[in-house]
């Protein structure tokens, strides 16, 4: 046999290693896009009730804040509508 013989049974010899070594790469790959494509069909389908109940969560707090702070914020306006008036009333310069 002649070199030239030798040199392509080398050549096929290193294309065959290098697609055993670079199958297993291939096959996690592939799997890791199957499981990609699963995910995302199970976050269609669940993301948007996990969006209705992150509002639902956001607007009750919402609400439960405005009715616990509001009785606050009355109170202090009333003081200072008070002040304000106190103040009027005994800082009044004659002419």
Same mark, same amino acid.
């Given at each position: 046999m002649n070199l030239g013989v030798w040199a392509d049974?080398? #050549? #096929?010899? #290193?294309?065959f290693l +290098?697609?055993?070594? @670079?199958?297993?790469?291939? @096959?996690?790959l592939f799997f890791m896009i199957?499981?990609?494509r699963r995910l995302r069909q199970l976050l269609l389908q669940y993301l948007p009730i996990a969006q209705e109940k992150a509002a639902l969560v956001a607007t009750t707090t919402d609400q439960v804040g405005h009715q616990v702070v509001s009785p606050l914020i009355d109170a202090r306006a009333r003081v200072?509508? @008070?002040?304000? @008036?106190?103040?009027?009333?005994? /800082? /009044?310069? +004659?002419t």
């Amino acid at each position: 046999m002649n070199l030239g013989v030798w040199a392509d049974i080398s #050549l #096929l010899w #290193l294309i065959f290693l +290098t697609f055993v070594a @670079v199958l297993p790469i291939a @096959v996690i790959l592939f799997f890791m896009i199957q499981g990609m494509r699963r995910l995302r069909q199970l976050l269609l389908q669940y993301l948007p009730i996990a969006q209705e109940k992150a509002a639902l969560v956001a607007t009750t707090t919402d609400q439960v804040g405005h009715q616990v702070v509001s009785p606050l914020i009355d109170a202090r306006a009333r003081v200072a509508q @008070v002040n304000c @008036v106190l103040k009027a009333f005994f /800082r /009044r310069k +004659t002419t």
